[in-house]
């Protein structure tokens, strides 16, 4: 029999929105999500373990990650640097979000820099596919992902979030 995730769920209020942020049983953030609507962190979870393969309930900051995201908002930066992360996904898609935490915060790169950086030029497309489905905001940050000509391009949390995100890191605070 295969074993259950324990996941705790909190929510934290930030500048652009309430965030609700879940991280297992081991301290990894499974998904951190702009969203009001638990059925959606649940769609994210089910995807990773499977319609079974976990429980949810609700906990104060889950291992410190909404502390950690809370910093971040507050101005410190690199309080979202060290907290571990399991999203599931493909290969693939792993890839990508593994290499979207290595973008420097305050800075972006494009879709096909991205693809030559995991070495896979050609892969420009399914590189923004991965980056769609991140389940991880703000500390996956695909955020810093623009359009080759520098414009912003779409961000499943809403282009005003991204373009805040962005002033934020580059210590241009904006109101949202």
């Known amino acids: 029999m295969d074993s259950i995730l324990q996941c705790s769920l909190d929510r934290v209020s930030t500048p652009i929105g309430t965030m609700m942020i879940v ?3 081991h301290g990894n953030l ?3 999500l702009f969203t009001e609507e ?3 962190v649940r769609r994210y979870l089910r995807l990773q373990c499977g319609q079974r393969g976990f429980r949810l309930e609700s906990q104060p ?8 995201i809370a910093r971040y908002f507050a101005g410190e930066l690199d309080a979202i640097d060290r907290i571990p992360v399991e999203t599931g996904g493909t290969p693939f898609q792993r890839e990508v979000w593994q290499e979207l935490r290595r973008i420097p ?5 494009s879709y096909g820099h ?3 950086r995991i070495g896979r030029p050609a892969a420009v497309r399914a590189v923004g596919l991965a980056n769609g489905a991140n389940p991880v905001a703000v500390v ?8 080759a000509n520098g414009s912003l391009t779409g961000y499943g949390g809403g282009m005003e979030r ?7 890191e580059r210590g241009r605070p904006t109101l949202f």
């Open 38 to 40: 638990e059925e959606l």
């Open 23 to 25: 991280a297992d049983e």
């Open 61 to 68: 900051n889950p291992h410190g990650c909404v502390e950690s």
């Open 162 to 168: 991204k373009r805040w995100l962005l002033d934020h």
């Open 114 to 116: 991205l693809a030559k």
């Open 30 to 32: 499974r998904a951190a």
């Open 140 to 147: 996956v940050p695909c955020h810093r992902v623009i359009g």
């Open 105 to 109: 915060c305050g800075t972006t790169t």
